[in-house]
């Protein structure tokens, strides 16, 4: 993002947000923040961004903010959150989460905006799938996960129809703090590495793990994290790529190294496809596996490739380390693939 830029946050005074601000900070652009403060706090309001309290409910006010401040990018992540509460006050979280958007996307109209990310959640999968991609089964569970999938659909026709730049990312589980020791999780609310935080300091710690009958190594759950950081990185990274012109990313050839495996390219859809070395002597391998085993591989290489592609400035992605890794541990991949599909 070298050409400085206006950008709003909703839920900037949040525990995602203020990292995502405080990234944004170091960067030569403009920083506006929206939260109303009802789960945000004070303490982590970034002094070099511009602040207002505001629901983003008020379409009126922040349409004002955007024309006013000439706004050409807009981050969301204002939402009502905690999935219990959610189960409790479903109509709350269908107005803060699906009708909040709504208004955030119409103050967008016709307007200077020209990028939109939305943080969406993992939620919105269909339980029991071990690895997800865009592609995987969509069935939210929960209250929380439902507003937040319908606030994605009204992102794709909104943003569309009025020729917005748009991106959406989906995320489990978000932990740790920034460096500068300035911000982190705060409040209250049973997360696992605040707990863990709070307790080693205490001369007798004690950690609760709750669980013991899970099918794992020692019964107890296993879930994956993200490093909050690293996801605001993420959110600033997504920005670049998606305000560059919208352009899309295509491979001019689709001849591959006899050296590698494979190669990611795009289709005419700008759809991210494989292309396989069919004389590299792991592709009898491949072609051995059944079709389920093959979708599973695909889908880890086609992961790994958006990520790639993410943080790769040139218009071709090239996944080269993933190969050797994969070749490595392929054993241990479908091994796990079979015990977790039985």
């Known amino acids: 993002m070298d050409k400085t830029k206006n950008i709003l946050i909703t839920g900037g005074a949040g525990y995602i947000g203020s990292h995502i601000v405080e990234a944004l900070t170091k960067t030569k652009n403009n920083i506006f923040i929206i939260d109303n403060l009802s789960t945000g706090f004070k303490k982590l309001i970034n002094k070099k961004a511009f602040f207002f309290d505001l629901n983003i409910l008020n379409t009126k006010k922040i349409r004002k903010i955007i024309l006013t401040n000439q706004i050409d990018s807009v981050i969301h992540l204002a939402a009502s959150v905690s999935i219990g509460a959610g189960e409790k006050y479903p109509k709350i979280y269908f107005r803060n989460n699906v009708t909040g958007t709504i208004n955030l996307l119409n103050a967008c109209k016709n307007s200077s905006v020209k990028n939109f990310i939305f943080s969406s959640t ?3 999968y269909k339980d029991g799938q071990k690895i997800v991609n865009e592609n995987s089964k ?20 909104i943003c569309k129809k009025n020729k917005i730049n748009y991106s959406i990312l989906r995320y489990f589980n978000v932990c740790g703090a920034s460096l500068s020791g300035k911000i982190g999780l705060i409040g209250k609310g ?21 669980g013991n009958n899970y099918n794992t190594s020692d019964g107890t759950t296993i879930r994956d994290y993200i490093h909050v950081s690293d996801l605001a990185n993420i959110h600033l990274e997504v920005l670049r790529k998606i305000s560059e012109d919208a352009r899309k990313y295509k491979l001019n050839s689709k001849k591959i190294s006899k050296n590698k495996f ?40 086609i992961s790994f490739g958006q990520s790639m592609e993410i943080f790769d400035n040139e218009d071709k992605v090239v996944v080269s380390d993933l190969q050797e890794i994969l070749i490595q541990n392929w054993a241990n991949i479908l091994n796990n693939y079979v015990k977790e599909n039985k």
């Open 138 to 157: 969509i069935s939210p569970k929960s209250v929380y996960g439902k507003t937040k999938l319908k606030a994605e659909k009204q992102i794709i026709t």
């Open 262 to 301: 494979f190669e990611i390219s795009y289709n005419d859809k700008g759809e991210m496809e494989l292309i396989f070395n069919e004389k590299h002597s792991f592709f009898s391998q491949y072609n051995k596996l059944e079709k389920k085993e093959k979708k599973l591989i695909e889908n880890i290489l």
């Open 122 to 124: 993992a939620a919105i």
């Open 190 to 210: 049973d997360h696992l590495f605040k707990n863990i935080s709070s307790s080693v300091i205490k001369k007798k710690p004690i950690i609760k793990i709750y």
